[in-house]
């Protein structure tokens, strides 16, 4: 069991306890892919217009985007020996992580309740072909209780669910996506009665960034589950382990979603699982077990990750009073809203993925074009800090791309959502230049 104190968050991971198998890294990102999600934005490409050529491309293109500067972040893990929010204090200073380690620990329960709705679905379904008739919110508060013991144990029980869970799910998930995909047969790449006639170059963007954000939404997590590999650990190989798991997990099923979406029907969660289940036929209630199972390995990954986060906001709890806190909130957004499950979450999620895309954009200038790591950490609220807020706010006025909000430049772009790139890239271009700025006043006062 990980260490229950606050200090298991804050300190660096002793040397001694650095004995992390390098495969995990792999698991650890490639097995909270696994799941409906991927599914349903295979499925949502048509639904915008995508065919076959421009949905692979937007695929492709949106995957690479997304999982570069999560693998690039993992990275930080070995050396530091912190998880991610504590290690960009080298940037940000020990106040400047409040804000984004407390708006990450507001994004992971929002997935939490994401995740949980349907899998609870899932395994209503799965007890009801059983002669067992549970409600929504029993059959969510045994999974969100399995999840919640898993992030009790903490790194190591969640990464042990990452590898065995996600062997297992992933042979389920091929075997049902085959089946799918035979099945399908003429119904392949239908053209919706909703989709536009024409695809745009607006709406390709938005595709590739709705796919970019898959993976990109674990950048905030990335070196939670490195940061127990010895120090020494090549980093190529860990950017190369992480890298591949992620293009791993999501493309394959992706391209499923994009190439059986005729048989899905709307682009849902509860139309992804009853199409699964109608394509296994007899397998059926694999795929419900499967699904509900999913929920666990990507679950406890945001529990676990949460209960650091809060930490690292300034609540020095202890860890597993900041785990059952989470879960708790995560059982209780799902079960209230259920009801408005894509109104309410997903809207909300994609506005929030606004402030990774600075965040990131920092800590990875900083570590790989700066120099961080090597200087002693700022205690207070930093510059990096500063432009962190404000390119954060900024995009999200100016950029983003919802049902809930559209920003005026935007709207100009005619709904083209470009916000993810130019977050990314302002927030590390003014953080270099704030940097080489002091470090070239530093040096014209060397005596």
């Known amino acids: 069991m990980e260490g229950v104190s606050a200090a298991t968050v804050t300190e660096p991971v002793p040397n001694a306890l650095k004995t992390m198998r390098l495969d995990r890294v792999f698991w650890s990102h490639f097995s909270p892919n696994l799941g409906p999600g991927g599914w ?3 499925v949502l490409l048509v639904h915008l217009g995508l065919g076959l050529g421009s949905g692979i491309a937007a695929i492709l293109l949106g995957n690479l985007i997304g ?18 929010m504590e290690a960009s204090r080298q940037v940000l200073g020990r106040r400047g992580i409040r804000l984004p380690s407390f708006l990450n620990w507001i994004y992971c329960i929002g997935w939490d309740a994401v995740n949980n709705v349907p899998a609870a679905a899932a395994l209503v379904a799965l007890l009801a072909l059983a002669g067992l008739a549970a409600p929504f919110w029993l059959a969510l ?18 990464q042990g669910l990452q590898k065995y869970l996600g062997g297992l799910l992933l042979v389920t998930f091929a075997v049902i996506g085959g089946l799918d995909f035979l099945r399908a047969g003429s119904a392949l790449l239908p053209h919706p009665a909703d989709a536009p006639a024409t695809l745009t170059v607006p709406t390709f963007l938005l595709a590739v960034a709705i796919l970019a954000s898959f993976n990109l939404s674990w950048a905030t997590y990335s070196s939670d589950y490195t940061r127990y590999l010895p120090a020494d650990t090549d980093p190529k190989r860990v950017v190369r382990l992480s890298f591949a798991a992620l293009l791993a997990s999501a493309i394959p099923f992706q391209l499923l979603g994009l190439v059986t979406a005729g048989s899905v029907g709307e682009a849902s969660p509860t139309a992804v699982i ?51 806190a989470t879960a708790t909130l995560g059982y209780l957004l799902a079960v209230f809203g259920a009801g408005r499950y894509a109104e309410l979450y997903t809207n909300y999620l994609v506005v929030t993925l606004y402030w990774i895309a600075p965040f990131i954009g920092i800590v990875l200038a900083d570590w790989y074009l700066v120099g961080g790591g090597h200087r002693k950490v700022p ?20 950029f983003s791309v919802s049902d809930t909000y559209t920003g005026p430049v935007a709207r100009l772009l005619g709904g083209a959502d470009v916000g993810y790139y130019v ?20 040096a014209r006062h060397e005596p």
């Not at 930093?382 to 006025?397: D, E, G, K, L, Y």
């Open 67 to 84: 999982a570069l500067p999560v693998a690039f972040a993992a990275a930080i893990g070995p050396v530091t020996g912190l998880p991610q």
């Open 274 to 324: 009853a199409g699964l289940q109608h394509a296994a036929g007899g397998l059926g209630p694999v795929v419900l077990a499967a699904i509900a199972l999913s929920s666990i390995s990507g679950n406890s990954f945001n529990d676990n990750t949460a209960s650091y986060s809060l930490i690292s906001a300034g609540i020095r709890v202890p860890r597993v009073l900041a785990a059952i």
């Open 40 to 42: 349903v934005v295979g």
């Open 379 to 398: 205690r207070g609220w930093t510059p990096a800090a500063t432009i962190f807020v404000v390119t954060a706010v900024v995009t999200i006025a100016l």
């Open 141 to 158: 508060a045994v999974l969100a209780g399995l999840q919640m013991i898993a992030s009790i144990y903490g790194h190591d029980m969640v």
């Open 423 to 442: 977050g990314f890239v302002t927030a590390g271009a003014l953080y270099m230049l704030s940097a080489n700025k002091r470090n070239n006043n530093g």
